[in-house]
Structures are given as C-alpha cells and as structure tokens.
C-alpha cells in the first residue's frame, strides 16, 4: 500500500505537518532499530502499513479520548503514533510505559523530535499506576496474552474505569476464552483494517471473578 492510503485512519485523513511528523518518526525507528531490537526484524521492510498504519487505527476508534498510557511502549507502537495524532489538535497525551533503558531513550527523542504529545516513564508495568494514577484509555500491542494483560490495567480500570485498546492477533479467540476464567468484561470486537487475521480488541466494564 502507499503511504497515503495507509494514513487515511479509516477514511479521514490527515494533515501535512502529522504526516511530516511521521515520517520524521519513521526515519528515528529506521536509524535505531538498526542498533537495537525495536520490532520483528522480518517487519523492518513493511513499517509503515505493519506497524505505522497497524497503529493509527487504536486513535481512529477513540480519537475523543484524551489521557492515554500506552504500556510496553517498545519501539513506538502504537504510543508514538497515538501521542503524534493527538498534536494535530493539540490535545490529550500518552504516558509511554517502557522499563528498557534504551527503548526508552528512543521513544523520548521520537518525542522531541516530533513534538508528539507525550513522556516516557522507564518503569516496569507493575509500577506504573504509582507514577501515572489515572487515565482515560490504556493501548498495548505485542506485549502479553490477554489474561495478563489485564492484570496489569486493574489498578485503572477497576477505580476509573478506563477502557482498553488491545491489538490481537490470529489466536485472539483462544485468549478471550482462557481471560474469562478469571475476568467479566464487555467486548467490541474491531477486525483489522491491515491484517486480515487480526483484531483491535476493545475492552472495557473489567472485574475479576471471585
């Protein structure tokens, strides 16, 4: 796909300067992750519709939200992206949960750099609620099963109620299965708009059984 395709957010596109500041991003990602392990090799020649593309579509479902935390931050995705649409209306902010010191000092340039609308907190996931109590909307993307996943967003989603963006891949239904064993949720299934075998999973109304 072309990149203008790629970035039209399910239909509505985007302004010159969010372009340019993706592109800016794509080039950092490119630069480091020739040094570190930010993706998947095997994805490094398809960043724009595997992973920038991938990305945008958490912000098209959700764009009214604004306080964001975007946990296993990695090499940007979807953090950065979001944190990059978020500057065209120069609201909202994503805080970038990353504990791995040299993603982390990645993501802060792509942040600078972009002037995308966001921090990076260079902590473990399990103690993020302590810097960053509240928020409006959680994202993660490669960074656990289901079940775990929502382990780690109790301590927002139980007091604030806050809802999740998850992407998903193929094995999406054998998660949600083994999730309700210990969870009850609401769910809004989105399919792909780049995969066909993969999902944003949107989740929200989250308790654990007792």
């Not at 302004?15 to 570190?36: C, D, G, N, P, Y």
């Not at 990695?74 to 010191?101: H, R």
């Not at 927002?156 to 999730?179: L, P, Q, S, V």
Request: charged share 25%; aromatic share 8%; glycine share 6%.
């Amino acid at each position: 796909m072309q990149k203008s395709l790629e970035l039209q957010l399910n239909g509505k596109s985007v302004s010159r300067e969010t372009l340019q500041r993706l592109e800016h991003f794509v080039t950092l990602f490119e630069k480091w992750a020739q040094t570190i392990n930010l993706v998947a090799p095997s994805t490094l020649k398809t960043v724009w519709a595997r992973h920038v593309a991938d990305s945008a579509q958490i912000f098209s479902l959700s764009a009214f939200r604004q306080k964001w935390i975007d946990l296993g931050s990695g090499g940007g995705f979807p953090g950065i992206i979001t944190a990059i649409l978020l500057a065209e209306g120069n609201i909202g902010w994503v805080d970038l949960i990353e504990s791995n010191q040299k993603k982390a000092a990645f993501l802060r340039i792509a942040l600078q750099e972009t002037g995308a609308r966001g921090s990076v907190h260079a902590v473990r996931i399990e103690e993020a609620a302590r810097v960053v109590p509240q928020c409006d909307a959680i994202s993660a993307r490669a960074v656990a099963e289901l079940d775990k996943l929502l382990t780690y967003v109790e301590p927002w989603t139980e007091n604030d109620g806050a809802r999740c963006y998850f992407h998903k891949g193929r094995d999406y239904m054998k998660e949600i299965d083994k999730a309700r064993g210990r969870w009850t949720f609401d769910l809004i299934h989105h399919p792909s708009a780049i995969e066909a075998d993969s999902c944003v999973l949107e989740i929200f109304n989250i308790a654990r059984k007792t």
